[in-house]
């Protein structure tokens, strides 16, 4: 999509919007660490554990999405405890930073609902709802900055839009399969679920860092706009 959308939106928008756009997309890479948790990655070694049943992989979806939950509310409050330094890092409203947050949110529910496609060989649905995701994503950043000119802030309403809408079709979709019980607490998952996610913040962290540390450096002493020449 990034690629696709790049020489739309180079004529678009301006350098420093552009800037914004590639900030909110590098605040999205970082606090994925903190906000999914690996939840994806533990719900598909659960998958495949020789003594598992229905059921149980429906209360352990429940609980993956209980702890997704939680993880991003807490760093939402982190957030907002940490506006008047993270604000200028970024170079964003505190408003965006906390959709960043819902962006991971609905994408991890995505990814939970191909994750269960994926183990089970369903290659046509795996297929059709990331193509569905991408069509999406495209057609409303370009109606909205081409279209109706929200500039910088059309492409990331789309970011948040797309993934929102297809969530929810997920979360439809694990209901009437009967494939998650959110509402049913079991600890033993969540610390399974932990155990799992919680050694791998800092190799996913680290290599956000080693990736895209340098906007953030030449945000902080050049400007957006120069973030989005670089």
């Known amino acids: 999509i990034p690629f ?21 997309q590098v605040l999205i890479t970082g606090l994925a660490a903190f906000v999914g948790l690996g939840v994806t990655g533990s719900y598909q070694r659960k998958f495949f554990d020789h003594d598992h049943k229905r059921s149980d992989l429906a209360l352990f979806l429940g609980s993956c999405i209980q702890i997704l939950a939680c993880s991003s509310f807490l760093v939402a409050i982190v957030i907002l405890l940490m506006k008047h330094y993270l604000v200028p890092l970024v170079g964003l ?42 069509l999406l994503n495209m057609l409303l950043s370009i109606s909205f900055v081409v279209f109706f000119l929200y500039g910088f802030e059309g492409r990331l309403s789309a970011q948040i839009i797309a993934p929102a809408c297809i969530a929810i ?17 079991r600890r033993d998952y969540l610390v399974e679920i932990l155990k ?33 020449i670089y």
């Open 4 to 24: 696709v959308l790049l020489p739309i939106l180079t004529r678009s928008l301006g350098p420093e919007s552009y800037g914004k756009i590639a900030m909110f």
């Open 93 to 134: 409203d505190i408003e965006w930073i906390l959709i960043a947050i819902g962006v991971i949110f609905f994408n991890t529910l995505v990814n939970l609902r191909l994750t269960h496609w994926l183990v089970n060989g369903h290659a046509k649905k795996y297929g059709l709802v990331q193509f569905v995701q991408a």
């Open 169 to 185: 079709f997920c979360i439809a979709s694990f209901k009437r399969e009967r494939l998650v019980k959110i509402y049913t607490w």
């Open 196 to 228: 799992f996610g919680v050694p791998l913040i800092p190799h996913t962290f680290g290599a956000f860092l080693i990736a895209s540390a340098d906007r953030f450096f030449i945000n902080e002493n050049l400007g957006l706009k120069e973030v989005g």
